[in-house]
Nanobody, 114 residues
């Protein structure tokens, strides 16, 4: 599965950005957003399970929203009230049947919050 992220960029603290991840046949897969900040390990941000369940990391609950539009083969991450600690390279990924283990990865899109 090829995944292509877009929508990254720079924002001021308190601002918003929306990331997109275009993928072939996304409705067939559990999917997720991950991020990796400089010097830190990659961490899960949000997961979208095929039954519609959405799971968020505590650090983004109430600020980020994961969604998908199957008619456009696209998954989104709406990020509001951004904080400097949200600065990272963001990746979308498919998840294996355990709903946690990443399968295929996109190339990543940079988000910088100042």
């Amino acid at each position: 599965v090829k995944l292509v992220e877009s929508g990254g960029g720079s924002a001021q603290a308190g601002g918003s950005l929306r990331l997109s991840c275009e993928a072939a046949f996304p409705s067939a897969y559990h999917m997720a957003w991950f991020r990796q900040a400089p010097g830190k390990e990659r961490e899960g941000v949000a997961r979208f399970i095929v039954d519609g369940t959405r799971i968020y990391a505590d650090s983004v609950k109430g600020r980020f929203t994961i969604s998908r539009d199957n008619t456009k083969n696209t998954m989104y991450l709406q990020m509001n009230n951004l904080k400097s600690e949200d600065t990272a390279l963001y990746y979308c990924a498919t998840l294996l049947t355990d709903r946690q283990t990443p399968g295929c990865w996109g190339q990543g899109t940079q988000v910088t919050v100042s």
